[in-house]
């Protein structure tokens, strides 16, 4: 006879896969604004190495028209590129989702002891509905944190991923 309600064990079940997308999602979204950050700053080096290596010293043997044309448009790239690192906030948008998936993962480790737990019966209904609702207060307090606008796509991406890899994971539990 188990020890906790089917309602119960449905309902952590659900909220254990919520972690493992939330987990997904944020490993995702930190990866896309890490590697954002860094297209910016190379393509920034990039076009500041070729004003001053190719451009600035070459000047006077491009002809007129096209040496001043080059100098403006890398000049403009520079300044474009300048302007959106120094507003996109992506490095700081990763380091906050690295910390937020990192949370994640501790959280996500919490769930499975539970589950296991409900799985094993070696918890009470009233003891795996207070786990379940401390574990829910902690991955709300994340999600708080993060204040970032959804990314619909990856959020998808991540619960679909989350629901394969839970289905595979605990197949003959769940």
Not at 49 to 70: H, K, N, Q, T, Y
């Amino acid at each position: 006879m188990a020890r906790v309600t089917d309602h119960t064990r449905e309902s952590v079940w659900q909220d254990f896969t919520d972690a493992e997308r939330y987990l997904r999602y944020y490993i995702s979204l930190a990866d896309k604004y890490r590697t954002r950050h860094n297209v910016v700053r190379s393509l920034l080096l990039g076009a500041i190495l070729v004003e001053a290596i190719i451009v600035i010293p070459f000047m006077s043997e491009i002809p007129s028209p096209w040496g001043v044309v080059a100098t403006v448009i890398i000049g403009l790239a520079i300044i474009a590129l300048t302007v959106f690192d120094a507003t996109s906030n992506d490095a700081k948008n990763s380091a906050k989702l690295t910390v937020a998936s990192e949370d994640c993962a501790i959280l996500h480790i919490d769930w499975r002891s539970l589950w296991l737990d409900i799985e094993t019966d070696a918890v009470e209904e009233y003891e795996a509905r207070k786990r379940q609702r401390e574990l829910l207060d902690r991955m709300n307090t994340i999600a708080s944190r993060v204040e970032l606008n959804q990314d619909e796509k990856r959020n998808v991406r991540a619960a679909t991923e989350a629901n394969e890899v839970m289905r595979g994971r605990y197949a003959e539990t769940s």
